[in-house]
Nanobody, 125 residues
Framework: QVQLVESGGGSVQAGGSLRLSCAAS????????MAWFSQAPGKEREGVAA????????YYASSVKGRFTISQDVAKNTVYLQMNSLKPEDTAMYYC??????????????????WGQGTQVTVSS
């Protein structure tokens, strides 16, 4: 089992920044990919960014490309999401997720076996 704990959410004004963190524990060597997903009220959960474990490759949703940056500290088993130039439409609950399959990306969401509890991001205009 892998446990994921997110932190760093909050309320900011449009144009502001937030940095989310996701600390993983447990069977972390089995994880091949970490990702961030968002879910706004009344909407489906959607992928934001993903990063293969120990890799510099990254994958982003088109809506956040150029504004958000996903990174990882392998030694700390922690993944980050730096969110800049935030917009009101970024308001959502943000979830950290992990998968064991070799595929790493924002599709095949059902293959993400482990999820955090979520952290709320609210952007006001």
């Amino acid at each position: 089992q892998v446990q994921l704990v997110e932190s760093g959410g909050g309320s900011v004004q449009a144009g502001g920044s937030l940095r989310l963190s996701c600390a993983a524990s447990g069977a972390t060597p089995s994880v091949n990919c970490m990702a961030w997903f968002s879910q706004a009220p009344g909407k489906e959960r959607e992928g934001v960014a993903a990063i293969p474990s120990g890799s510099s490759s990254t994958y982003y949703a088109s809506s956040v490309k150029g504004r958000f940056t996903i990174s990882q500290d392998v030694a700390k088993n922690t993944v980050y999401l730096q969110m800049n130039s935030l917009k009101p439409e970024d308001t959502a609950m943000y979830y950290c997720a992990a998968r064991r399959s070799s595929y790493c990306g924002l599709a095949r969401i059902s293959e993400y076996a482990y999820w955090g509890q979520g952290t709320q991001v609210t952007v006001s205009s």
